[in-house]
């Protein structure tokens, strides 16, 4: 009975559990040229592609987790390994107690896999509602739970006008709220989004920021986020985990993620009488705009470089800044984490 309440209480704290997943891909290599052309007919060669090396990671329930990396980092590829599509080389992965390969009819229920690349899928010449409705009877919905779910869908994400509208005349931006009503459209615990805001543009991006953010908290949803935009990440995750060739290099709080990987921080100074001259004597000079400049500063030197700018300059205005998340994570891959 004991082990039966432990194993219920993680299944609850942890919706998604990967250990040392691995996915190699064996993809044919030959030279340019048509002899080549001709000779890997008979003789073709292989080389191995590490899509995912050893990963591990666990998501609580109610989590929402930023996923980031450059392309070809890896992320695309375990979101479908989490939601069943593909198939790994090695390593355990269990979204809410299911092995999402086997794709069992419980699990299916229970996920939705989001695309900014293909935001709606089926029959492009139906209509939002005819396809909304498709879905509460591919997925078995209580009428009152749909109804219920739709009123709520339609506020937050605004798609009233867009009911009798079929989806092949929606913009990119209302395909994108098409994409996610009919996914959400089933309650599902686990949602994994790929490039959410990809193409939009920043209105459309905002209100998906804004939607995303209020379905957490409404629902409780685990919700797991790729993107290339910054903006998505800082405006919905309090955590982010970084992938770089198939593996984590760093999983904690996104707000500690500048402490831990950034040396430096940014100091702003308006001065009238600030020359540049004098302003390299005390710390390394990023920009400059009028009488406005931006220091880069070494975290430990920050209050000695302050009182030196204050006792030097008539400073008009001095602000002490953490470099932007984009700054932050393109200097964790170039230097490594």
């Known amino acids: 009975m004991f082990l039966v309440v432990v194993e219920q209480e993680v299944r609850r704290v942890s919706s998604v559990v990967v250990e040392d997943l691995s996915m190699t891909y064996r993809v044919p290599v030959r030279q340019a040229g048509l002899m080549s052309a001709l000779r890997s007919v ?27 990396g450059p392309n070809g980092a890896g992320k695309t590829t375990t979101m479908k390994i989490m939601s069943g599509l593909l198939h790994p080389t090695a390593g355990e992965v269990r979204v809410l107690g299911f092995t999402p390969w086997q794709r069992r009819t419980p699990f299916l229920k229970q996920i939705a896999l989001v695309r900014g690349s293909q935001p709606t899928g089926g029959s492009q010449e139906l209509t939002l509602l005819d396809a909304l ?3 509460r009877v591919l997925y078995e919905v209580p009428a009152a739970d749909f109804r219920r779910n739709l009123d709520e869908l339609c506020e937050l994400l605004e798609l009233g ?23 959400l459209s089933y309650r599902p615990k686990v949602l994994f989004l790929d490039e959410p805001t990809l193409g939009l543009d920043v209105s459309a991006a905002t209100t998906i920021r804004r939607f995303l953010a209020s379905y957490a908290t409404q629902t409780g949803a685990t919700i797991l986020l790729t993107s290339h935009y910054m903006a998505d990440v800082e405006a919905t995750c309090r955590r982010l985990m970084l992938i770089d060739h ?3 290099r760093y999983d904690g709080p996104l707000g500690q993620l500048s402490a831990r990987l950034s040396p430096y921080k940014l100091v702003r100074i308006s001065a009238a009488d600030a020359t ?51 700054d932050v994570i393109d200097r964790a891959y170039r230097d490594g984490v």
């Open 161 to 183: 006008p867009l009911l009798e509208r079929q989806l092949r005349a929606l913009s990119l931006g209302e395909k994108m709220r098409a994409g996610l009503a009919l996914s």
């Open 133 to 135: 409705q498709y879905q």
């Open 276 to 326: 540049k001259e004098v302003l390299a004597e005390i710390a390394e000079v990023v920009s400059t705009s009028g009488m406005s400049w931006t220091l880069r500063v070494a975290r430990a030197d920050v209050a000695r470089v302050t009182s030196v700018l204050l006792a030097t300059f008539e400073v008009a205005d001095l602000a002490v800044e953490e470099p932007t998340l984009e």
């Open 246 to 248: 198939g593996s984590v």
């Open 42 to 68: 008979v003789r073709r060669r292989y080389r191995d592609v590490h899509a995912v090396r050893d990963a591990s990671f666990r998501i609580s329930s109610g989590e929402v987790v930023g996923f980031v």
